[in-house]
Nanobody, 122 residues
Framework: VQLQASGGGLVQAGGSLRLSCAAS????????MGWFRQAPGKEREFVGG????????YYGDSVKGRFTISRDNAKNTVYLQMNSLKPEDTAVYYC????????????????WGQGTQVTVSS
């Protein structure tokens, strides 16, 4: 599966952005999907994941209550709605596909898209 993330940009603190990740291929619904981010000089952080059907979701503590993951299997796309953005959310955001359906664990994410930059100004 090939993944293409988009939707990043510059936003003021308190604002919102929605990231999209489009997947190629006919088997999108067979993958759990996740979002990760990496800020300069920091380790990659697991933002959250969603299971194959879209019913079950996991969020990292730093984004819980502000970010929402969703997916549209008919459009082969996963989304990350980011609200109440903070300067510390500034990072390159990556989407990833997990064939094992372990949406809640950073392990198992095998296929990665290129990142999209999110910058939150104070």
């Amino acid at each position: 599966v090939q993944l293409q993330a988009s939707g990043g940009g510059l936003v003021q603190a308190g604002g919102s952005l929605r990231l999209s990740c489009a997947a190629s291929g006919r088997t999108f619904s067979s993958y759990a999907m996740g979002w990760f981010r990496q800020a300069p000089g920091k380790e990659r952080e697991f933002v959250g994941g969603i299971n194959r059907s879209g019913v079950r979701k996991y969020y990292g503590d730093s984004v819980k209550g502000r970010f929402t993951i969703s997916r549209d299997n008919a459009k082969n796309t996963v989304y990350l709605q980011m609200n109440s953005l903070k300067p510390e959310d500034t990072a390159v955001y990556y989407c990833a596909a997990n064939p094992y359906n372990t949406w809640y664990s950073l392990r198992g994410y095998t296929y990665w898209g290129q990142g999209t930059q999110v910058t939150v100004s104070s």
